[in-house]
């Protein structure tokens, strides 16, 4: 076609992007504990003038805590250049965490939570000196009632898959009031979020996992074959982490109420779906959002984190407690009457209660359902670049899509005997990432994108040709893709210890009790 008859000929032709030249900061930089220096201080702490108070024998430390000691420049230079060897949302096109919906948290909101007024909140206040803190919860609490259409929620749980042992134990508390605790067992399937079956069974439930027919659904004959008088609940995502939403959840809800069981929605993926259908619609008794993903907390690598369960008129009575109540009298504390108990201390995590509600109060409503439909036109935009690689595909590709898509590189791999894991690792070169998936893996070489609707048509046209480049590499010099990365702070890692939990130490001190000090 012409440049005369090609539509919109006279509009500017955006450039192909160009790929970065990227180039991570590299300190040899120990860890903070390596650094200390015994005597050193970063601020000088003046003395209270408030009289001593003795400790009861039992809870008095018999040695002052084993803190670093560093100056306070000493401590702003490690950190500095600890963040100089990241990536994030901040420094990067940050689309590939996909089912972990990576966003743009607005800066305003986190001069919200260091103001005083929060960051300075004691949990052990008086109920009306805290008044403020309190209406926000119970404020955010009406706004997920309407978009789950559950009738209370608890914004207690510090993260989804806190929220989802919330579920799963008030699941059994239910059916223990019922006298129906012979249901032991939890169905979900292959890809919903694997915190459905863990929590699930940690519980002491048997898992049941439906694996996907062939056109890339739950299968619903499994169901029907898999439910009982045993059947506790159904666990489920929607849409599961394929990025296909299930057009028969209402029927798969149906199936599982009709044999007794309750049915609860994990909307840890409901970036695309807000505004637009709600658990409830569904018939589901159960639901729970992440606060630190869908709304806009950021995701901080694992924590602090929020979760929110919501449910049903007849699963009030056993939310964990207490629950923020709003009287006459002003806002005040409530334990439901079967109550499971708390699901971590005090009513959560606060900080990030308070970025939810003004995430959703600067949007409203409709800004909520434009995030849904941006979230999903990104995420078709992107599918379409990446199908024009090479070598990648989409398993299922006639299934719409809504927030992410699981691809893979199974053609390329066949090809170059390059896996994904290494051309994610690659691809980090060039200052962007990705995850493959869950495992096992169900989709052969996977990797999983989401591009939520923070970014732009060019971000996502960077991100694509990046991977199109790395897909080039690896055709034509696949050593050279398996030998990376080059640019980054650290070079190959040796995978081997984090698959012996005898090696892992989650802190200094188990790391010198385990391997002996440095």
């Not at 018999?62 to 230079?77: D, I």
């Not at 971590?344 to 109060?361: F, H, K, Q």
């Not at 060039?430 to 990797?447: I, L, Q």
Request: aromatic share 8%.
């Amino acid at each position: 076609m012409s440049a005369q008859t090609e539509p919109f000929a006279t509009m500017p032709v955006a450039p192909k992007p160009a790929l970065r030249r990227f180039h991570q900061a590299r300190w040899d930089e120990p860890i903070i504990f390596e650094l200390s220096q015994p005597g050193r201080r970063g601020i000088g702490v003046p003395e209270s003038g408030l009289p001593e108070v003795e400790l009861p024998e039992d809870i008095r430390r018999v040695n002052r805590p084993a803190l670093p000691e560093l100056s306070q420049l000493h401590v702003v230079r490690h950190y500095t250049r600890l963040s100089q060897e990241n990536l994030g949302v901040d420094l990067n096109v940050d689309v590939g965490q996909g089912t972990c919906t990576m966003k743009y948290s607005p800066k305003v909101n986190d001069i919200f939570v260091r103001d005083a007024k929060i960051a300075e909140l004691h949990p052990a206040q008086p109920l009306d000196s805290v008044q403020g803190a309190l209406e926000i919860y119970w404020r955010l609490e009406q706004i997920l009632k309407e978009i789950s259409g559950m009738s209370r929620v608890s914004l207690q749980p510090g993260a989804g898959s806190a929220a989802i042992y919330a579920n799963i134990a008030m699941i059994r508390a239910y059916h223990a009031a019922n006298g129906e605790s012979h249901r032991d067992q939890v169905i979900t399937t292959m890809f919903s979020h694997p915190s459905n079956a863990a929590c699930a069974k940690v519980a002491g439930y048997d898992i049941i996992t439906l694996m996907p027919d062939a056109d890339g659904f739950p299968d619903i004959e499994a169901l029907k074959a898999a439910i009982g008088p045993r059947t506790a609940a159904l666990l489920i995502t929607n849409p599961e982490d394929t990025g296909i939403y299930n057009p028969q959840i209402k029927e798969f809800v149906d199936l599982v109420h009709g044999v007794g069981g309750l049915a609860c929605y994990d909307q840890a993926n409901a970036n695309g779906i807000l505004g637009i259908t709600r658990a409830a619609d569904a018939g589901f008794d159960l639901c729970h959002f992440n606060l630190h993903k869908t709304f806009s907390t950021p995701h901080a690598c694992g924590g602090p984190a929020a979760g929110a369960c919501g449910v049903a008129e007849k699963l009030v009575p056993f939310l964990p407690g207490p629950v923020v109540d709003k009287t006459d009298n002003g806002f005040v504390l409530a334990t439901p009457a079967h109550s499971i108990g708390k699901i971590r201390p005090y009513l959560g995590v606060t900080p990030n209660v308070v970025r939810a509600y003004a995430w959703v109060m600067a949007l409203g409503a409709e800004g909520l359902r434009d995030v849904a439909e941006i979230a999903v036109l990104n995420n078709n935009y992107l599918m379409h670049k990446i199908l024009r690689i090479p070598g990648a595909s989409v398993p299922w590709a006639d299934k719409p899509r809504v927030e992410q898509v699981r691809y893979s590189w199974q053609e390329l791999s066949e090809q170059t005997g390059v896996h994904s894991e290494e051309i994610g690792v690659r691809a980090a070169d060039f200052g962007v990432h990705y995850w493959t998936s869950h495992h096992p893996y169900v989709v052969a070489e996977p990797f999983t994108l989401e591009p939520t609707e923070s970014y732009s048509k060019e971000d996502l046209d960077e991100y694509a040709a990046i991977l199109a480049h790395v897909a080039d590499e690896a055709r034509r010099d696949p050593a050279f893709v398996k030998g990376a990365p080059y640019n980054q702070s650290i070079h190959k890692i040796d995978p081997t210890s984090l698959d012996d939990p005898q090696q892992w130490s989650p802190t200094w001190r188990a790391y010198q009790r385990k391997h002996g000090a440095r």
